[in-house]
């Protein structure tokens, strides 16, 4: 066995929180290896998901809201949020089942600690991929939005739209994080019946994708304010004020908001993944 | 030379569990050292302090120059070992090529080196013909020899393997017994965790016996032998014989005459049901006498192993 020569580990990269970027993108490159065999049943699904609701709700229902909203037709109001909505889902799946089988089923995070890689590069290159995976969704989605914009309907009217990328990573950044914090405070697969149940179908629903929140009659006149405290709401916000304008300092509130919370999560998804496979 | 590990006072707990309860070893650079014992002895949490996967709980570990600690030099040492673990945590969604060429780039191989470097060990462990497959698709043997390679892709100066030979077929076992002698001739140290008492004489230059946390016997295997039992076991089965005669039919009084004598003639004389292993140095005149006293008991003579040193110490078999 003729011993290949290498550089070692050690000389490389190191992020804030002893972060090894060098192992961290070995863990996203190995995801994309898995994902270059199996994106034709993993990938493929889930983008069709947010293109039915665009067509069942903004063409189907969108032909009784003869009014449409803010001076948009239904489907042209609806379709930035289904953006978002987007980045958010396939962000949520990596890092609830996938990362959950590969920690606990598969073991293939005790394979890894074995090798230099520490818990932090770990989570952290999960991240990274679940990011990747976000941009790809949102990515796919905004071209079947630019496909109905050039065909006649109102979606992306504004330039600052080549600003979206950047907030469908935020947002699948964010949506990561918090899925790797719940995925690391569970022993059981079945809790994520809760996180999408109880969670992320109410985000969904509530985050200002199919109505606007800023009704008199909705929860006491309360309801925006009460959605402002939860994460899709900003970044359904963000969206369609890139992708329609006019853009306000509650945009960039909005934007600060997803990074104030994803700084936080940042600290706290290395600690609990620690606490779970460090023993 | 300094050796590749030491440990002393190494304690781990989990909870009020003592699963490791201070023990003291050293392991000399270029040698294969053996930990044995039954299932909760402690060998796999000491294997997973020593890979780094498992903070230590008190005393003091240092493994290839590095004081363990609080867990500072992790990387350092990490780029130094190998690991065969206990259960296959191979990735099931990617190709045999492609388990070694990921694991490659945790080390910091280059892409083009990760390649080359899969390549090598797949010829290394036999299996250049299954690079493309999937893992699914291996036997139990062909997945420990891919487990093995991984090990070996940060080409490391120590190698632990635990229970790498466990659940295959004599044949998977004498090929990785192969593969880990040519380990050995290339200088790399090994630590081995087993159940097999053949395997660890076959392979270990030194071992540690343990139990319950504890290390209860160290040594060379045939030292070990010398030490605490006699260089010959004669094993007789008293089963065949006519029921009225059997030991748990009552132990009827001829009996009882010929046993006493061949107790005389041991240096260790044990008794399980219609079992007896008697502990000799002449084993030869021995076994002669046995089947004369017991012409239609089955007598067999086998020279002492690891396994009547366990027993002889902890009083118990290791698979028990």
Known sequence: MVTTQFRKAATQ?????????????????????????????NVLPNFFDPVLYLLGMGLGLGMFVGRGVNGLSYIEYIAPGLMAASAMQGASFETTYNVFVKMNFAKLYDAYLATPAQIQDIAFGEQLWANTRGLIYGCAFLLVLIGFTLAGNRIITSWWALLLPVAMLMTANMFALIGLTFTASIRNINYYGFYYTLWL???????????????PNMAGGHAATIAWFTPLFHAVKLM???????????????????????????VVVPRRMRKRMIH | MSPAVTASGLRKNYGDFVAVDGI????????????????????????????????????SLNILGHEVGGGENDRKIKQHIGVVPQDDNLDQELSVRENLEVFARFYGLSRKQAKAR???????????ERADSKVLELSGGMK????????????????????????????????????????KRKNATLILTTHYMDEAEQLCDSLVIMDKGRIVAEGAPRDLIKQHVSSHVVEIDLTGRNPAHRVSDGAPAENAEALKELESLAKRFEQHND????????????VTRAAQLLPDAETLLRRSTLEDVFLRITGRGLEE
């Not at chain 1, 090894?20 to 199996?38: D, K, P």
């Not at chain 1, 509130?253 to 919370?261: D, P, T």
């Open chain 2, 118 to 128: 899969a390549v090598e060990l797949l010829e290394f462990v036999h299996l250049t």
């Open chain 1, 201 to 215: 179908t109410p985000l969904f629903l509530f985050s200002g994708i199919f109505f606007p929140l800023e009704n």
């Open chain 2, 275 to 286: 079992r007896l292993l008697l502990y000799v140095d002449n084993g030869e005149e021995v």
């Open chain 2, 24 to 59: 003291d070893f050293e392991i000399p650079k270029g040698s294969c050292f053996g930990f044995l014992g039954p299932n909760g002895a402690g060998k796999t949490t000491t294997m997973r302090m020593i890979y780094r996967a498992s903070p230590i709980g008190s005393g």
């Open chain 1, 13 to 41: 990269l190191n992020l804030p929180g002893d972060i090894n970027l060098t192992t961290a993108l070995s863990v996203w490159r190995r995801n994309l290896t898995e994902y270059s065999h199996t994106w034709m049943t």
């Open chain 2, 144 to 183: 420990r020899r891919v487990l093995i390679a991984r090990g070996l892709v940060g080409n490391p100066d120590l190698v632990v393997l635990d229970e790498p030979t466990t659940g295959l077929d004599p044949q998977a076992r004498i090929n990785l017994w192969d593969r880990m002698r040519d380990l």
């Open chain 1, 240 to 266: 369609r004020g890139l992708a329609q304008g006019p853009l306000d300092w509650s945009h960039a509130v909005s934007a600060a908001w997803i990074l104030a919370v994803s700084a936080v999560l940042s």
